[in-house]
C-alpha cells in the first residue's frame, strides 16, 4: 500500500512540473513570435510611402509635359534647343528624385526637388510661351504637393507662381502678346484661389499628420519598453523552469528513498502499524495538495484582476480608435463627394461649348450665305460683302478659342478623375481599417467574457480548497486517536524522518520557484 502511494505521489509531482513547463515555453515561443511580426511592421513608414507618392505624380507629370514640348516641334516653328532645354527642365528632378530616393527613402529633399525642379520649368516655360495658358500646369502641382502636408510649402509655391505669372504678362505686354486685362485679371484670381485653397487643405491636413504622429509615436514608445521587458521575464523565465527540472529529479530521489525506507518499516510493524502509516502518508500527501492548490487559486485570483484592469483600459483604446476611424470615414466622403460635384460642373462647360461650336458653325454659315448675296448683289453688295467676311473670321476665331478652352476643360477634367480615384482608394483603406477595428474590439469582448467564466470556476476552486482542509482536519484528529503505536516503530521512524525532510525541503524549494514563475506570469500580464 505505501510503495503504491509513493508511487502516486511521484507521479502526480513530475506531470504538475511537466504541464507548466509546457505551458511557460509556449508564452515564450509566442512572445518571441509578436516581437518578430513587431519589428516587421517598423520596417514602414509614413515618410517613405510619401515620398514615392509625390515622385509617381511628378514622374507622370514630368513625361507629359516632356512629350507636349516635343510635339510643339512639329506643330509649330519654335526652336529645337528651347524645347530641348524643356524637355531637360521636365524630367530632370525627376531623375534626380529617383536617385534620392534609392539611397535614402525618408529623405526630405525630394519635396526640395520637386518644388524647385518644377518652379525652374514653370518659369522658362509661362515667359517663353507665346500662349499663356500655360499658368494651369501649377495646378496639378499644388494637387500633387498635398501629399506632403505642408501649408507653408504649399504658400511659398503658390506665392511664386503668382509671381512668375506677374512677370510673365508684363514680358508678354512689352512684346505686343498680351492677352488682354480681362484673361490676366481671371489668371491672377485662379491662381490666388488656388493658393488659398492649397494652404488651408495642408494645414487642415497637417495638423491631422501631425496629430496622428504623435499619437504614433507615443504607442510605438510603449510597445518597444513592453517588448523588451517581455525578453528580460522571458531570459528569467527560462532560467527558473532549468532550475526546476533539477529540483524535480532531487524530489524524484528523494521519494525513491521514502519508498525503501517504508518498505524496511512495512517488515517490523502489524497490521495496526501499516493503517498508522497509511494514514500518516495520506494525510501528508493531502497536505501538499491542499498547499498547492490554495497557492494556485491565489495566484489565478490576483491574475484575473490584473487580466480585467487590462481588458478595461484595452476596451477604452479600442473605442476611441474606432471613434477616430469613423471620423476618418466620414471626411474622406465629404472630399469624394465635393470631387464628384465638381466633376459634374466640367461636364456642363462641355455643354456649353458645345452650344459655342453650334452658335460658331451658324455664324459661319450665315456669313456665308451673306457673300453669295452680296456677290449677286454686284456693286451695290460689296459693302456687305466685307462684312460677312469680317463676320466668318470672328466666327473662325471663335471656332479656334472654343477648341483652345475646351482641350483645357478635359485636362482639368482628367486631373480630377486621377484625385477621385485617389480619394476613393483611400476611402477604401479606411473602410478595410474599420472592419479590422471593429474584429479587434469583438475579441476583446470574447477575451472579457472568458476571463469572466474563469473567474467563476476560481471561487468554485476555493471553495473545494475549504472542503480539502476540512477533510484534513478530520483525517488528522483519526491520527491522533492511534498515536500510541508509534513506540513499536520508533526504531525505523529516524531514516523515515530523515528522507522526509529532505523531501520537504526540496517541495518547499520547488514551491517558491513556482511562485517566482507566477510572479513573472504577472509581470507579462500586466
Not at 450665315?366 to 456693286?379: D, K
Request: proline letters at 1%; a negative charge; aromatic letters at 6%.
Amino acid at each position: 500500500m505505501e510503495r503504491h502511494m509513493v508511487r502516486r505521489i511521484n507521479k502526480s509531482l513530475f506531470n504538475l512540473c511537466r504541464e507548466r513547463y509546457n505551458k511557460i515555453a509556449g508564452k515564450v515561443q509566442k512572445l518571441q513570435f509578436i516581437y518578430v511580426i513587431y519589428g516587421r511592421m517598423k520596417e514602414l513608414t509614413e515618410q517613405g510611402r510619401v515620398n514615392k507618392t509625390a515622385m509617381t505624380g511628378h514622374t507622370i507629370m514630368g513625361i507629359l509635359l516632356a512629350l507636349v514640348n516635343f510635339l510643339e516641334i512639329f506643330r509649330t516653328s519654335k526652336n529645337v534647343v528651347y524645347v530641348a532645354a524643356l524637355i531637360v527642365l521636365a524630367l530632370g528632378p525627376v531623375v534626380a528624385e529617383w536617385i534620392c530616393y534609392r539611397k535614402n527613402q525618408e529623405t526630405k529633399a525630394i519635396k526640395h526637388l520637386l518644388g524647385i525642379g518644377f518652379a525652374v520649368y514653370y518659369t522658362v516655360a509661362l515667359i517663353g510661351a507665346g500662349n499663356q495658358l500655360v499658368f494651369v500646369y501649377v495646378i496639378p502641382m499644388f494637387i500633387l504637393i498635398s501629399v506632403f502636408s505642408d501649408s507653408k510649402y504649399a504658400l511659398e509655391l503658390g506665392i511664386g507662381a503668382t509671381i512668375v505669372n506677374f512677370i510673365s504678362i508684363a514680358v508678354h505686354t512689352m512684346k505686343g502678346q498680351g492677352e488682354g486685362p480681362t484673361f490676366y485679371g481671371t489668371e491672377i484670381i485662379i491662381l490666388i484661389l488656388t493658393t488659398a485653397f492649397s494652404y488651408c487643405s495642408s494645414a487642415v491636413l497637417q495638423k491631422s499628420f501631425l496629430s496622428r504622429l504623435g499619437e504614433m509615436n507615443q504607442a510605438k514608445g510603449q510597445s518597444d519598453t513592453m517588448l523588451q521587458k517581455i525578453l528580460e521575464v522571458s531570459d528569467a523565465m527560462t532560467k527558473k523552469i532549468n532550475g526546476m527540472s533539477d529540483e524535480v529529479e532531487l524530489l524524484g530521489s528523494g521519494v525513491s528513498d521514502t519508498r525503501n525506507a517504508m518498505e524496511e518499516l512495512t517488515g517490523g510493524t502489524t497490521d495496526t502499524a501499516e493503517a498508522v502509516q497509511n494514514q500518516l502518508s495520506q494525510t501528508e500527501a493531502i497536505q501538499e495538495k491542499v498547499m498547492q492548490v490554495t497557492q494556485a487559486s491565489d495566484s489565478i485570483a490576483e491574475s484575473m484582476t490584473v487580466t480585467a484592469e487590462a481588458l478595461n483600459a484595452g476596451k477604452k483604446n479600442i473605442e476611441q480608435l474606432v471613434s477616430q476611424v469613423s471620423v476618418t470615414e466620414q471626411t474622406n466622403s465629404q472630399v469624394a463627394a465635393e470631387l464628384t460635384s465638381l466633376k459634374e460642373y466640367m461636364d456642363k462647360m462641355y455643354s456649353i461649348i458645345e452650344i459655342i461650336n453650334n452658335i460658331t458653325s451658324e455664324t459661319s454659315l450665315l456669313s456665308l450665305n451673306a457673300s453669295i448675296e452680296a456677290a449677286r448683289a454686284g456693286e451695290a453688295g460689296r459693302g456687305f460683302a466685307v462684312v460677312a467676311s469680317e463676320i466668318s473670321g470672328l466666327a473662325t476665331q471663335t471656332q479656334e478659342a472654343t477648341v483652345s478652352i475646351e482641350e483645357l476643360i478635359r485636362n482639368v477634367s482628367e486631373e480630377l478623375e486621377k484625385v477621385v480615384t485617389i480619394i476613393e482608394s483611400m476611402i477604401s483603406q479606411v473602410e478595410h481599417q474599420n472592419v479590422t477595428v471593429n474584429e479587434t474590439a469583438g475579441s476583446f469582448r470574447t477575451i472579457e467574457d472568458n476571463s469572466d467564466r474563469v473567474q467563476s470556476q476560481s471561487d468554485a476552486l476555493s471553495g473545494i480548497v475549504k472542503e480539502l482542509e476540512s477533510a484534513n482536519a478530520g483525517i488528522m484528529d483519526s491520527i491522533q486517536t492511534i498515536s500510541a503505536i508509534s513506540e513499536e516503530v520508533a526504531a525505523h521512524t529516524n531514516s523515515t524522518l530523515t528522507t522526509c525532510e529532505k523531501n520537504q525541503k526540496s517541495v518547499e524549494h520547488l514551491m517558491a520557484e513556482t511562485e517566482n514563475l507566477i510572479e513573472l506570469t504577472h509581470q507579462l500580464q500586466q
